[in-house]
């Protein structure tokens, strides 16, 4: 049986494809391809955004070697942090 986790995935993946940039935004161009592409409740929408969103960003992350988004973020920012502090000396 297929988690809701990998579902998510699978469609994560097929957005990908099609270039669409991860957002929640109601009306957005991702919110208007799940609406063609996905069978689902729009009570359901935003919940389902958000995870697809996230989970996008977490797969493009990933081709770049990082483990998830966050530990992209994270990076990015600790990078920044120790430029900064080695200008400072």
């Known amino acids: 049986m297929t988690t809701l986790k990998e579902k998510i995935h699978k469609v994560a993946l097929a957005a990908i494809r099609a270039r669409l940039p991860a957002e929640t935004d109601n009306g957005g161009k991702l919110h208007k ?6 069978a689902i409740d729009e009570k359901n929408m935003f919940p389902f955004l958000l995870s697809l969103s996230t989970e996008m960003a977490d797969i493009r992350a990933r081709k770049q070697g ?3 988004q966050t530990d992209k973020i994270f990076s990015s920012r600790k990078m920044k942090s120790l430029m ?3 200008r400072r000396k």
């Not at 391809?33 to 996905?38: A, E, F, G, Q, S």
């Open 33 to 38: 391809w799940v609406l063609k592409n996905v």
């Open 66 to 68: 990082y483990e998830n």
């Open 84 to 86: 900064k502090a080695s």
